[in-house]
């Protein structure tokens, strides 16, 4: 097993466990246990940061095998064999689907697609080395799905509570009567799911060209339009068929406890066409402290550059480039992320958000049903339809740990 597979397994381990402790938490748990249990659940969590962390770094060196493993041994030699046969029986599935056992009419194939059929059901499971690849391109497209709370479920009913932190405290002298203080209550968080899917078409001529670099298009093409489609989700899914985003309740201004259930709490820009400085540092300060540690800005490029020209009182400028590659540019010094899908500053829009994504929103995938292809080579002669498919979903999490700096007058 190569090490970039090896974190992966323990990185699905952790994220069990920690599903096991959330669904372990009902109103009846006590307070002490539910307190003990939910920090157990953050330090699972912080683990697998940590091993998102190694597993990208791990990507990055080309999957290099496990160092404990003799450098070039049969294991390694092996995993790097499957990976590459794996890969090329699907391409060639993609190149001559007519062969190679594609469902046989126009109908089925949507059916297949539409009902979110598993490989056994119809189509081909997309290589994991592949599958990683395209996430990789759609991280670039979407780089909210790199910062948000991602976690892999076996069922589409899964419900994630979230502690409302009202249990209450009491003092007393050394001898006095300690009386029952309040219960810790807990939201339960259920995400809506969907099948995401993607459509490209070839042509057959150009895929029987052997120099043509059918893995190359696949990746990019589906990569790019899967990241554009989680972003939207992500921000404005409306949660019918597909995952329930951050602003598709309307964010409102009451303080953390009184708003609607989802929605964030936003900060007028009081100027329906601007964002000031004091904008952005009111909207840091509405934060609470325990969320700014892990805070992100997000916004699009025609908003990073009228923040980037912003200056404070004395005259310098509160957006600071960073001079060492791989480190993030800095926005009152929490880094800054580039969604292009987000609103660009104009009247009752929302075009920043700032707080802890990995908090306040959680995306799901189907643990059981992992990406698969199905190629159509019928409804237009002379064309391959290529569909992608995989199910998905997702909800705000916990919507105290993220800000909307809206520019409105109030």
Request: glycine share 8%; charged share 30%.
């Amino acid at each position: 097993m190569s090490l970039v597979s090896e974190l992966k397994r323990e990185r699905r381990q952790k994220l069990t466990e920690a599903r096991r402790i959330f669904r372990s938490i009902d109103d009846d748990t006590p307070e002490h246990v539910a307190r003990a249990k939910e920090k157990d659940f953050d330090a699972l969590m912080a683990e697998v940061d940590d091993l998102d962390e190694r597993i990208d770094e791990a990507e990055e060196r080309g999957h290099a095998a496990d160092p404990r493993r003799p450098v070039g041994g049969a294991v390694a030699r092996d995993d790097r064999a499957d990976e590459r046969g794996e890969r090329e029986q699907f391409i060639d599935y993609l190149r001559n689907p007519a062969v190679r056992g594609a469902p046989q009419s126009r109908a089925e194939i949507e059916a297949r697609v539409m009902s979110g059929a598993t490989a056994s059901a119809g189509g081909a499971t997309v290589p994991s080395i592949l599958y990683e690849q395209i996430a990789q391109r759609a991280l670039d497209e979407n780089p909210l799905g790199g910062i948000v709370s991602r976690m892999r479920v076996r069922t589409p009913n899964v419900s994630l509570p979230v502690s409302n932190s009202d249990a209450s405290t009491a003092w007393a002298a050394e001898l006095d009567t300690r009386n029952e203080t309040d219960d810790l209550s807990f939201t339960a968080k259920a995400p809506t799911m969907g099948m995401l899917y993607s459509l490209v078409t070839v042509s057959q001529e150009l895929l029987m060209d052997s120099a043509f670099n059918m893995e190359s298009l696949f990746v990019e093409e589906v990569g790019r339009a899967m990241g554009v489609a989680e972003m939207a989700a992500i921000l404005a899914g409306n949660g019918t068929a597909r995952p329930s985003g951050l602003l598709n309740v309307a964010p409102e201004t009451g303080a953390d406890g009184t708003r609607t259930a989802d929605a964030l709490r936003y900060i007028p820009t009081g100027n329906a066409a601007a964002v000031t400085a004091d904008n952005l540092v009111d909207t840091y300060y509405s934060l609470h402290s325990g969320y700014r540690r892990r805070a992100t800005w997000a916004m699009n490029s025609n908003t990073a550059s009228v923040l980037r020209k912003l200056k404070t009182g004395d005259g310098d400028y509160i957006w600071q480039d960073s001079l060492r590659e791989g480190h993030p540019t800095t926005l009152l010094g929490h880094p800054v992320v580039i969604a292009e899908g987000m609103d660009d500053i104009d009247d009752g829009n929302h075009p920043i958000l700032f707080g802890d994504f990995r908090r306040g929103y959680a995306l799901v995938e189907h643990e059981d049903a992992p990406m698969s292809a199905i190629a159509d080579p019928y409804t237009t002669p002379g064309r391959v339809r290529l569909y992608v498919f995989k199910r998905i979903g997702g909800c705000v999490y916990d919507e105290h740990a993220i800000r909307a700096i809206k520019t409105a007058a109030s």
